[in-house]
């Protein structure tokens, strides 16, 4: 059946041994990328964080510090900042980390064993209630809710944003957890979140994911958080 | 085609489609159900909540798919290799087994809906990853309702003819059920999760899908053009060639804000930039025989077939190539990922390349089956066509009207936050946008209703006397 | 011009990575390459009628 090709370009063989190739390739690139990758984004430790070790992904206990998320004028997009003592919001630069501490729930020094047990129960009730697939995390899932990715640094959360007046608690770890248990007690607009039987126990545990995660580093995703203010939207 | 006489496996293959098509009508449903959601959000609010809806119309999609997938590997397996299915028993036997566990999660997730936050819940009712949601235990289950389809695979084409399309799909068929397995495990570290998880969902529609569709595709060119083999073949490897290698590393393009490393945004970039380059390639090749065979006065052996084939090739072009490029560059994506940017791309990607051709490949089972040597177009068939078709697009375009929004409003000019957020839901374009897109939702249900009526009754309104070259006429 | 580590941790791929084409030209080279050598390998096949 096989006429006999006249050219390399039309010949099946060449086309065939090309796609073993190139596939091949590809694939053994991906694994070696992916090797790399994991390597970086190992979960850092509570010793990392003494040592004042930068990791993309730090360790849990992360939630007895302060977050900020800065312009670094050397990577040219903003990044978390864990602890920094002063860090200048205008020129976004940073002369200390992994200093000044932040309470949660009352306590600011939380065990690596504690932080990691409240960051496990945290991610399995993320999944659990499905969050993904109203909100995004890390900016994938779904749109019908905002992103939560740095949902911890978010102003309306702070002591003088809206939503922490709104449920009355005076710290945003418990405003945010009583909104969790809540949401449709606390509508912020006709589009609410439905209930989905947060315990107080996991509720915290959430909170506590929310504030680790917005300590990852995702290459300054999303621009320009928080940062614009009062901007005009005529067509509204 | 042999008459009337099938293969038990092109039996086996319609069980596979008939529970794809219902599958898919319960995806539509609950679509509309979400869409609804944006504009009246009390709409069964704790009752049936978006992230239910949402849920179900996703995971329904993706399974309904993976039946068309099964079904049309059944079909075409027997009469590439020659020989009936080994293992059609088995294959059966497996194909009741998942029915019956498909049918257990989704009323699971219907009515108990979420868990506590154990892993109980995990292993139970759900795991709460995006279109792969369910629960372990039907995890476990389908790996070995794969492992099952594999083998009767591989135990036909041994010892049957082995064709170039047979052993692109013996490939690509079992490096897709294998990357299943990266996304059936659990972290706390949600950044190692989301890189794996982008191993299955990307690793799945942008490469080994689309060498199946590749395959699948040069199949139903044979088989309604009689298009030549050996032209067909050095296509599908040439396909092979792009596909893997564009997609493989265009992977990338998920890695730019996940906690992953900087030098994924060069890699996501440049490589995924060249994946609309081979669905050109398919574009071109599709038109091309046509064109070849009408020159010959051949005429079309399955107009529906054929017709479905083209919209596909058409609509994987414009909704994966075009529309995944638009955003696919990370200068883009840091404005526009997490946005309706990723729906409008999903809703015309998943359409254009892989529902199009599934009911391609369902139609051309509808001849079979009836023994008939010619299909013409009936009229409720091109209703059905021209109304899921046009309605898909025009949902494109509206979700990508309230995407632009989103991006300038929300994260161009108010910082991606909370108040950003329903400030750029609220804008009129944005609302304008999901009203358009609930509208053309109700004219695919429409489509849908009309497609499954003439699924039904195509064969019975086929002309008594087909002459040759009218049904090559008859498209225009 | 060179710089060893352009990111927070430095590794060989982010070494290669130094400018905004770098890395993805050199990995598009390496898997394009050889087909040039898989390319005339066939055309001596072809010629000697294989
Ligand atoms: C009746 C027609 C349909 C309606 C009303 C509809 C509606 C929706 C809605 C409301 C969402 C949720 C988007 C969000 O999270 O904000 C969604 C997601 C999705 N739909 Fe549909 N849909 C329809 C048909 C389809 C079809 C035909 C396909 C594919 C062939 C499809 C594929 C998807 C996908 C892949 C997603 C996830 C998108 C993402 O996360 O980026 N839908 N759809
Ligand atoms: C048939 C093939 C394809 C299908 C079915 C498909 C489907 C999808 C879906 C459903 C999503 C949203 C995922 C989510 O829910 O988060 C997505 C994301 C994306 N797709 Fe595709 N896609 C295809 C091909 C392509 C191609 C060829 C490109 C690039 C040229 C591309 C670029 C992208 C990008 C950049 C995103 C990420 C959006 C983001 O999260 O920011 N896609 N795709
Ligand atoms: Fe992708």
Known sequence: MENKPTSVWTSNRFWRRSATWITGVAAVLLILLTFDSMGQMQMGTAEDIQNKVTKRIPSPVVINYKIDYVLDPYRGHEVPIIGGKTVDSATGKVSSKFEEKEKFFGRDDWSEEEARAL???????????????????????????????????????????????????????????????????????????????????????VVAYLKFMSAIDTNGFPRNFGKIKGAVDARK | MQGNRLYE????????????????????????????QYLYPSFLFNTLDFSIARMVHINALVVWLLYAMIGAVYWLLPDEAGVEVVGVKLGTLAFYILTAAVAVVVLVYIFVQVGPGNEMTLWLITEGREYIEAPRWADIGIVAVVLVFLYNVYATVLKGKHSGILVVLMADLIAL??????????????????????????????????????????????????????????????????????????????????????????????????????????????????????????????????????????????????????????????????????????????????????????????????????????????????????????????????????????????????????????????????????????AVVAGYALLVYDLLTVTKKQPAEVTEGEAAVQTA | MFEPCTDIVCSFWSMLNQGPMTLTIILHTLIVLPMIWIYFDEKKKLQSGE
Request: proline share 3%; aromatic share 14%.
């Open chain 1, 119 to 205: 960051i496990h129960k945290g991610k399995l009730t993320i999944q659990a209630k499905n969050c993904m697939d109203c909100h995004t995390l890390l900016g994938n899932g779904a749109y019908y809710a905002p992103d939560l990715t740095k949902a911890w640094l978010d102003p309306a959360w702070s002591s003088e944003g809206p939503l922490q007046a709104m449920t009355g608690a005076n710290s945003k770890e418990e405003a945010m957890a009583t909104f969790l248990q809540n949401p449709d007690k606390y509508p912020t607009h006709e589009r609410m979140m439905p209930n989905l039987g947060i315990t107080p126990e996991e509720a915290k545990a």
């Open chain 2, 9 to 36: 496996g092109q039996k086996l293959a319609l069980k596979y489609f008939t529970v794809a098509i219902v599958l898919f009508g319960a995806q539509l449903l609950f679509g509309l159900i979400a869409a609804i």
């Open chain 2, 177 to 442: 059920a294998g990357l299943y397995l990266a996304g059936m495990f659990y972290t706390d570290n949600i950044a190692v999760d989301q890189y794996w998880w982008w191993w299955v969902v990307h690793l799945w529609v942008e490469a080994t899908w689309e060498v199946y569709v590749a395959a699948v595709g040069g199949y139903i060119l044979i088989k309604t053009l009689n298009a030549n083999r050996q032209v067909v073949e050095m296509w599908l490897w040439i396909e092979v060639a792009m596909m893997f290698g564009s997609g493989i590393l265009g992977l990338g393009h998920h890695y730019f804000w996940i906690g992953t490393p900087e030098y994924w945004w060069e890699i996501g970039a440049l490589f995924s930039a060249l994946e609309p380059v081979p669905l050109v390639g398919l574009f071109v090749h599709v038109l091309y025989d046509w064109g070849k065979e009408r020159g010959k006065g051949n005429s079309i052996k399955n107009i529906p077939a054929f017709a479905w084939l083209t919209v596909e090739t058409f609509g994987n072009f414009l909704g994966a190539g075009v529309w995944g490029f638009m955003h696919t560059l990370p200068q883009i994506n840091l404005y526009t990922h997490g946005t309706q940017w990723p729906a409008a791309h999903g809703h015309l990607a998943f359409f254009g390349a892989y529902v199009a051709i599934m009911i391609s490949a369902i139609y051309l089972a509808v001849q079979g089956k009836a023994g008939l040597k010619e299909m013409k177009m009936t009229k409720a068939g091109w209703w059905a066509i021209s109304l899921i078709t046009v309605g898909v697009l025009l949902m494109t375009v509206s979700l990508t009207l309230s995407a632009y929004t989103q991006t300038m409003v929300e994260r161009g000019m108010h910082g991606a936050t909370w108040e950003g957020y329903f400030i750029a839901q609220a804008n009129k374009w944005f609302v304008q946008g999901m009203g358009w897109r609930l509208a053309s939702g109700l």
